[in-house]
């Protein structure tokens, strides 16, 4: 009975020619909001500062940190073995290294480096904080020039990106458009199920049926997770042999998390089905939840960057758990434990979403 009504499910959305229009459209409405919602303003960053000169010149360099209203928390560490974990556990974006020579290079009148290492999980931070870098160290180098009466070419910043060599915005970009667009795709489906069934008349054939309620809820979940798992899968296909972007990580462990992100979503999509009475309202709903979702999922800005009242609400996303998990295994082949870390979250999302449009289903039904 369960695979007659998702067989029927997958044939209504398929003829129906609203359906098919909506799971095509609205990626491209996403896009014009997206241009228009997101910022990139970068304030407050947190930083680390390993500074192991004690020289009069390291340590004006490094007041003029303290003084930038950009960077307002400063870590000091205590050796180069700090800066990994600092950069990989996101305790800040930038570690600005000075070394045991800098100020005696400057004092001989040679020419002396810093190094300054960036987190490029958080592209668009990490580029404004080199730039914000970059203005003070050309400022130092430049008063340093005038004091010393010296006439020397300006500091060369040489960065080095990890994952992204190039900074391909493509590379960041369709890694989150998998998990996106799945996303979108299930919402429809799962949105449009209820209200159709209202909208043509079939919802009371669909009470006197033999199925039970949890059979009913299982018949209109089920093909948006279908549905949800095609487009990822397109959106993969198309990423690595259209767009040329390396996937480096397991598919396995790809397809799995994919699968469980869709069926956390789909919970979402059966809630507002339920309480809509027309496709347009389903519709609609989508949008309501669509756009909140995803600006606070860390897509077009840094969660660190959002209002402290908003950022536990980033939680409850699932698809802050899919951005890093497509991300992470698309450029940098995560393990299965960093998988794991962000599927069990989507898990217990995905079982409260059931649960809840369930005995939403059955009051509506009652």
């Known amino acids: 009975m369960i695979l007659s009504l998702i067989k029927k499910e997958l044939l209504a959305l398929l003829r129906d020619k609203k359906s098919r229009i909506s799971i095509l459209l609205p990626p491209l409405v996403q896009l014009t909001l997206f241009a228009s919602a997101a ?7 947190p930083i680390g500062i390993l500074n192991r000169d004690s020289g009069e010149e390291a340590f004006e360099l490094v007041q003029r940190f303290h003084g930038s209203p950009f960077f307002t928390k400063i870590i000091y560490l205590q050796s180069v073995e700090e800066i990994a974990p600092f950069i990989d556990n996101q305790r800040g974006v930038m570690v600005l290294s000075i070394d045991e020579e800098f100020s005696r290079k400057l004092d001989k009148k040679e020419e002396a480096t810093i190094q300054v290492i960036l987190d490029g999980r958080k ?12 203005q003070i160290v050309l400022q130092y180098n430049e008063d340093f020039k005038a004091k010393a009466d010296l006439v020397e070419e300006n500091s060369i910043l040489m960065p080095r990106s990890w994952f992204n060599p190039n900074l391909l915005y493509v590379w960041y970009n369709i890694p989150c458009l998998v998990a996106i667009l799945s996303m979108l795709t299930c919402l429809v489906v799962t949105t449009q199920s209820v209200a159709r069934e209202r909208e043509l008349g079939t919802f009371d054939q669909l009470l006197v049926s033999p199925l039970t309620v949890r059979q009913i809820v299982i ?10 798992t095609i487009e990822g899968t397109i959106m993969l296909i198309c990423g690595i042999f259209l767009f040329k972007v390396p996937f480096t990580g397991s598919f396995l462990y790809f397809f799995c998390s994919l699968v469980v992100f869709v069926w956390s979503v789909s919970g979402i999509g059966l809630f507002i089905s339920s309480l809509s009475r027309t496709q347009q309202q389903a519709m609609l709903g989508t949008f309501i939840f669509m756009m909140p979702a995803v600006l606070l999922s860390g897509f077009a800005t840094p969660i660190e960057n959002m209002p402290t009242l908003l950022q536990p609400v980033t939680y409850l996303i699932p698809l802050r758990y899919m951005l890093l998990i497509s991300k992470g295994l698309f450029l940098k082949d995560i393990p299965l434990l960093l998988v794991l870390e962000r599927v069990w979250p989507m898990v217990v999302i995905g079982i409260c979403n059931t649960i809840g449009a369930s005995l939403l289903f059955r009051r509506r039904m009652a």
Request: charged share 10%; proline share 3%.
């Open 123 to 134: 592209s668009n931070t990490a580029q404004i904080v080199a730039g914000y870098t970059s």
């Open 39 to 45: 910022t990139l303003d970068v304030k407050n960053v």
């Open 219 to 228: 018949g209109k979940i089920v093909p948006g997770i279908i549905v949800g």
